[in-house]
């Protein structure tokens, strides 16, 4: 287990450096150093691609998934222009490779409890055992591994117990006090997008690339303390070719509530979904929502007919073409479009 800690250069662009200062010992004595991203603020993203895959859903108007969708069905659209299809075919059964994300700063001190019960039910429900592996990490203004990829549930429900709320130096009553020791430590705030990205760079690309990878983010959306912007973690969740799945949850009697607008987009310009339950009932379903999604995925795969590296964006659709379908009003869910990398590596999202 080891410990992120990012800190802005000068130019504005953020670097990755050692895991945690003298003053904010590691929980767990290993540090990284993974290289930062050199990314704009931009809302959609750049990734190398020769053979562009796609993970989609389909829901009726109900929300019931729909998994009878044939490749005769549907086509696919990249700038508009008809795409042929080499690969299509239902995805009930890949390996899942996942991360669950856990805000544990001052701001989900009321709702953790609950939080950890529906993610010990989740881990429980959905780990196949030699399929599919499941990481847990907390976050504040740094993000913890509190257990690497595994399959082994008594190791992850062990890992969720023990995550705890970290409160800044010098909380008191919800207020960090003026003066206090290390009052502008980023311990105890909330780095969201950081914890993204380097749950992204550093722990997601250790799975086995067949697998299926997401993020399960629990959190508030209010992102106090982040050096990176919302667009670079984005970026980053979408060269490990994963998801992030948020469900927003929070204190909104003392604290700011839940960023929506936030979440979803980050949900969404990743290809998965936000949830924000109201109660621990909705909480539950949310997570066997997620579930059930992750185990109701099409995967359609084409080569793109513009060759161009050019860095342009290339915007993708999937229509549904089969008339009686259409009537239905279906709802696609996947990520929406991609930048044609500059560079010559040639690399497929796998």
């Known amino acids: 287990m080891f410990l992120f800690v990012l800190v802005a250069a000068e130019c504005g662009v953020a670097e990755q450096v050692e895991a945690q200062s003298a003053s904010q010992p590691s929980r767990t004595g290993q540090n990284e150093k993974p290289k930062a991203p050199k990314a704009q603020e931009v809302e959609i993203l750049r990734v190398d691609t020769n053979l562009t895959n796609v993970f989609f859903t389909a829901t009726d108007k109900d929300r019931r998934y729909v998994t009878t969708l044939t490749q005769a069905d549907l086509s696919v659209l990249e700038d508009g222009k008809a795409q042929t299809i080499f690969t299509f075919q239902r995805e009930t059964d890949r390996p899942l490779s996942l991360a669950i994300l856990v805000d544990v700063s001052a701001s989900q001190q009321v709702t953790l409890p ?13 780990v196949r055992s030699g399929k599919d592996e499941v990481a847990v990490i907390s976050f504040t203004g740094d993000a913890t591994i509190e257990q690497d990829l595994t399959s082994d549930l008594p190791k992850l429900r062990r890992a969720i117990d023990q995550i705890e709320v970290v409160f800044p130096p010098g909380y008191i009553g919800g207020n960090i006090v003026v003066g206090s020791p290390n009052a502008n430590s980023r311990l105890g705030t ?3 997008w ?49 998801a992030v799945y948020a469900i927003g949850i929070g204190d909104s009697r003392n604290f700011e509530g839940v960023d ?38 099409y995967l359609v795969a084409y080569s793109p007919e513009n060759k161009n590296r050019d860095g342009a964006y290339r915007q993708v659709e999937i229509e549904i073409t089969n008339p009686v379908l259409k009537k239905q009003k279906l709802h696609l869910n996947y990520r929406p479009g991609y930048f044609a990398n500059t560079t010559a590596t040639a690399a497929s999202q796998r």
């Open 194 to 242: 950081d914890a993204i990205w380097a749950t992204s760079q550093d722990l997601l690309p250790q799975a086995n690339a067949q697998k299926r990878r997401a993020i399960i983010l629990i959190t508030d959306g209010v992102d106090t303390s982040s050096y990176l912007k919302r667009s670079q973690a984005i970026e980053r969740v979408l060269k490990a070719d994963a």
């Open 260 to 297: 929506k607008g936030s979440l979803r987009k980050v949900s969404e310009q990743t290809g998965g979904r936000a949830y924000f339950p109201k109660n621990e009932a909705d909480l539950h379903a949310a997570f066997t929502e997620i579930e059930q999604e992750l185990r109701s995925q």
């Open 190 to 192: 909330t780095a969201i």
């Open 114 to 126: 609950l939080e950890k019960t529906a993610a010990r039910r989740f881990v429980d429900s959905i």
